[in-house]
């Protein structure tokens, strides 16, 4: 699927997630993250383009997915915030955020970003 073609959501069109282009890691991510969402490719930024972004990655250790209102998400819920905006995974990113599973998500997200330079 094009990211660009009529399927393409508002809500696609506005999403930014930003990451950290110091990390291969990272790069790799949310690259598969914008295939997998459908995103546009202008919808991926360099965290280091955006000095308040930046600091708030840095501080948080997260990649950061500003949503269609402004808000900035991070760790699991920003994963979460992503797919939800390409239609057939809306389900899957609504049950990322019940309780347990967003407890774990968030843990794991935790894991692999204190790893991130030897995965």
Request: charged content about 25%; some cysteine; proline content about 6%.
């Amino acid at each position: 699927m094009d990211a660009t073609d009529a399927s393409t959501t508002p809500e696609q069109l506005t999403l930014r997630c930003y990451y950290d282009a110091d990390c291969g890691f990272c790069t790799r991510m949310v690259d598969r993250v914008r295939r997998l969402a459908a995103l546009p490719e202008d919808s991926i930024i360099p965290a280091q383009s955006d000095q308040g972004i930046f600091e708030l990655m840095e501080r948080e250790n997260s990649w950061v997915v500003v949503d269609a209102d402004g808000n900035p998400r991070l760790r699991w819920r920003a994963l979460s915030v992503a797919i939800r905006n390409r239609p057939v995974l809306k389900p899957i990113a609504v049950l990322m955020l019940a309780p347990g599973i967003a407890w774990v998500g968030d843990r794991i997200y935790r894991w692999i970003a204190n790893h991130r330079g030897s995965l």
